[in-house]
């Protein structure tokens, strides 16, 4: 009699059986062989949801630091500083000739419209070596008409201490284009700062308290107690009880090894572990200047009724002659005649629901069909009413 091999027990079919049958038992082998190998087939990794602790938390005092320095830009074709209204870039140019050998006459100053005073600034990234190079950011101080085509000449560049960290010097890269002839200018973007890809040269490094004694911290990005407790229940659960620490709610202490090899595969592995967050403080942030109003997802509304109303004031003039009679000993006069309106529009009071997503609170406030403006005014009406449960932050 015929058989049939399978990945798991053997099975003899009998031809006699009917196809129903036989139709049955080779399920039930499938299926017996898909529930073996659950047993041992290893199951799809499930993301986890929330952030890595990299996203949330650095170690301190490992940061970057700034530099920054006054320079030259020199070879520009006529757009440069006039020295008359600048005089700070004719005396940088006359004492970089000196440092060169090259004396003036006293009281002379060289004017020259092909060069410009810039402040050169840059980052210094954490752990930067000597001989690495960084990118530098050039700017315009005096009333240079554009530095297109300039080439920055050896500038130090200096920390908070005084210090020089870095050496820039390279040909500036300006994104913007302009023309002026006749009276008539045009102008793309801005023509009176650039950029110099790895322009400057580290010639010091930063010390930095990494390998430094038995423990690490880690500061928060924000001061959040729950995101703190949450950062040390995910060491500890990968590391060990007691690993980490939650001082407050921004700093988390971390036993790590004294080994500069170990302490870097620590804290290699420990930055990606997965944290879960909890739900981050309601706020709303408000926007006085441009009228932008942002909200996250933990703000709610409580039931409330609004009506809100504008009022507009319009004022217009009217130039009128005032003239005299032919014979009048009066004077032709120009007088202005002011109307003055002003305008209510009726509100009707519009109930809000309660809300408790954030796509609730906004079709709830979409409701009142106001402009970003009003809605600045609108939504502390309601905080101070305590239907808004969210802080309320003005920038």
Request: charged share 15%.
């Amino acid at each position: 009699m015929p058989s049939h091999e399978f990945i798991g027990p053997r099975v003899q079919e009998d031809a006699a059986l009917p196809a129903l049958e036989r139709l049955l038992r080779r399920l039930l082998v499938a299926a017996s062989v898909l529930a073996s190998a659950a047993l041992w087939w290893p199951a799809d990794a499930q993301a986890q949801p929330g952030v890595r602790i990299k996203e949330v938390a650095g170690v301190q005092g490992v940061r970057s630091n700034q530099l920054q320095g006054l320079g030259l830009v020199i070879g520009l074709d006529g757009t440069g500083d006039q020295t008359t209204q600048a005089p700070f870039t004719a005396q940088s140019l006359n004492a970089m000739l000196q440092q060169m050998g090259i004396t003036l006459p006293p009281g002379m100053q060289v004017q020259s419209k092909n060069v410009a005073a810039v402040m050169v600034t840059a980052q210094l990234p954490p752990f930067a070596q000597p001989g690495q190079t960084i990118d530098v950011a050039v700017a315009s101080i005096g009333n240079a008409k554009s530095l297109r085509g300039g080439t920055l000449v050896a500038t130090p560049l200096k920390g908070a201490d005084g210090q020089i960290y870095a050496l820039a010097q390279g040909n500036l890269i300006v994104g913007g284009a302009g023309a002026a002839a006749g009276g008539s200018k045009v102008q793309i973007n801005h023509l009176s700062a650039g950029r110099i890809p790895e322009g400057a040269t580290v010639e010091r490094s930063v010390p930095t308290p990494l390998h430094q004694g038995q423990t690490l911290d880690l500061g928060l990005s924000s001061d959040d107690f729950a995101t703190a407790h949450a950062v040390a229940r995910a060491i500890n659960q990968a590391k060990g009880e007691g690993t980490a620490i939650a001082i407050d709610g921004r700093l988390v202490r971390v036993q790590a090894p004294t080994a500069p090899n170990a302490r870097v595969a620590f804290l290699a592995e420990i930055e990606n572990l997965p944290v879960e967050l909890q739900r981050r403080a309601a706020r709303v942030v408000l926007n006085a200047r441009t009228g932008s109003v942002v909200l996250n997802e933990a703000v709610t509304l409580g039931a409330c009724a609004v009506a809100h109303g504008n009022l507009s004031v319009t004022i217009s003039s009217t130039p009128q002659v005032s003239q005299p009679n032919a014979f009048a000993s009066g004077q032709t006069a120009v007088v202005e005649k002011a109307d003055i309106a002003i305008t209510q529009q009726g509100a009707a009071l519009v109930e809000l629901p309660e809300g408790a997503r954030l796509a609730d609170v906004v079709k709830a406030l979409n409701a009142l069909g106001a402009t970003p403006q009003d809605l600045l005014a609108i939504l502390q009406a309601i905080k101070a009413a305590g239907a808004l449960n969210a802080e309320i932050e003005v920038i």
